[in-house]
């Protein structure tokens, strides 16, 4: 794995939510990690859903997130697959998730997505707001572009 891989992964345990691309419809979805690093992005829906629909049907998609507090920007790109591993439900379950689901975990509309990233596109920005208007401010004063984060182009060596 390389450094900005294990950084994205790093990262993306922060991003509160992002935004699925289901046939050029976009939506927003919290991606969540188990702790096991099983190389997938998990998210709960309900039946019904574009990300449901699309899971069922094992499409791919892209899944793009821009969240400065947790320093990442980008997308992935995958395929969907429903999932019915109990044991990684009940390790990302979360009173959020509880909110959309009157039975809890039992719910009949629950649907459990299993996304794995196959490619894609990071941006990992400065975590600091501080190195970033310094960054800026230097910039500024020698006409140099600022030093604000890292871009790379991944390829997941697990993806299946």
């Given at each position: 794995m390389t450094d900005f891989e294990k950084e994205f992964w790093k990262r993306l345990a922060d991003v509160k939510a992002g935004l699925m691309d289901v046939d050029g419809r976009l939506f927003p979805m919290t991606p969540n990690l188990t702790q096991d690093d099983d190389g997938a992005i998990w998210f709960i829906t309900a039946k019904g859903t574009d990300a449901a629909d699309a899971a069922t049907a094992r499409k791919d998609i892209r899944f793009a997130m821009a969240d400065n507090?947790?320093?990442?920007?980008?997308y992935v790109n995958g395929g969907l697959s429903v999932s019915d591993d109990k044991d990684k439900l009940d390790q990302i379950w979360s009173i959020v998730a509880s909110a959309w689901f009157d039975e809890g975990k039992q719910d009949h509309d629950l649907v459990l997505?299993?996304?794995?990233?196959?490619?894609?596109?990071?941006?990992?920005?400065?975590?600091?707001?501080?190195?970033?208007?310094?960054?800026?401010?230097?910039?500024?004063?020698?006409d140099e572009e600022p030093d604000v984060g890292q871009r790379a182009t991944l390829s997941f060596r697990h993806a299946a």
């Open positions: 507090s947790a320093g990442l920007h980008g997505v299993k996304f794995i990233p196959r490619d894609g596109e990071i941006w990992l920005s400065t975590e600091s707001g501080a190195v970033f208007l310094f960054e800026t401010i230097k910039a500024n004063i020698t």
